[in-house]
């Protein structure tokens, strides 16, 4: 004799199992701020790809958390665009995310609070600036207004300066010279050879200008020429991934080439044209 199902059995069943998905969600909420916790320490030694890998790992593994999670995904492949050499896949695979981000009810956020939530909105939208701002800072783009700069200051002999300053202004940047650029002191009194590290650790990005000389510190309006100031650009990685610097005598060349050109000098300060 068959037994009758009782009508409310199976929605008894499908409230235990949401129930159970909640709790899961919840550790999966645990888990994941872990894996950003790790990831921050992955950062911290330019370990970008595998940064990337973690996120990933963990991305669709709780329902609740699988936003914050791409918001993150998002987060590193931004890192990535920033700090290795440019993909255009990468840059519309980030685009998307944030079409995604921004068009995509958000459950999980608010079950994490309303000031969550809104933290998440503000740095979505940064993201989305940040975005904007690699593209314009791209190889292509970083080429383009060296090349342009090159027309007026080009070969002209103590002009390293202005060809700076003219190809960041050719590339968007509103500041009229460096005292309206932000300053990074951290590899002054350093050797040129730290520069790879420099790029390597994301502390010296694609548009930013070198300011290298003797006597670190001691010349910070370039007027001694004695001092041997020079200014060039690093111009972000070429298609075959190798990093490329301007000035007034290369419109683009490797670094291996520039430092011999310059050699004697040391790192004075790195700076950035741009608003980032």
């Known amino acids: 004799m068959k037994t009758k199902k009782k009508p409310g059995s199976f929605l008894a069943v499908l409230f235990i199992l949401l129930v159970s998905c909640g709790h899961c969600s919840l550790a999966g909420t645990e888990s994941l701020d872990q894996a ?27 329902i609740l958390s699988y936003r914050k999670a791409q918001y993150y995904i998002l987060r590193q492949r931004i890192l990535l665009l920033e700090n290795r050499p440019y993909q255009e896949k990468m840059m519309q ?4 995310m944030i079409r995604l981000l921004e068009t995509t009810p958000d459950s999980s956020f608010l079950s994490h609070g309303q000031s969550e939530m809104d933290f998440f909105v503000l740095g979505l939208s940064h993201l989305k600036n940040k975005l904007s701002l690699i593209q314009k800072t791209s190889y292509s783009s970083m080429l383009l207004a060296s090349q342009r700069a090159f027309k007026t200051w080009g070969n002209k002999k103590h002009e390293c300066y202005w060809t700076a300053v003219s190809t960041a202004k050719h590339n968007g940047s509103m500041a009229q010279t460096h005292w309206q650029w932000k300053s990074d002191l951290s590899y002054r009194r350093k050797s ?52 490329m610097f301007s000035d007034q005598y290369f419109v683009a060349t490797d670094f291996s080439k520039m430092k011999t050109w310059i050699a004697g000098r040391l790192i004075d300060s790195f700076y950035d044209p741009y608003d980032r």
């Open 93 to 96: 695979e980030a685009k998307a």
């Open 192 to 243: 040129l050879a730290k520069i790879p590290e420099a790029i390597e650790k994301g502390v010296l990005k694609p548009g930013m200008v070198v300011y290298a000389n003797r006597r670190p510190g001691t010349d910070p309006k370039s007027s001694n020429l004695s001092n041997k100031p020079h200014w060039f650009t690093f111009l972000g990685y070429n298609e075959k991934g190798q990093p």
């Open 36 to 62: 950003i916790l790790k990831v921050q320490s992955l950062n911290l030694a330019g370990r970008y790809e595998d940064g990337l890998k973690l996120l990933k790992s963990v991305e669709g593994r709780f």
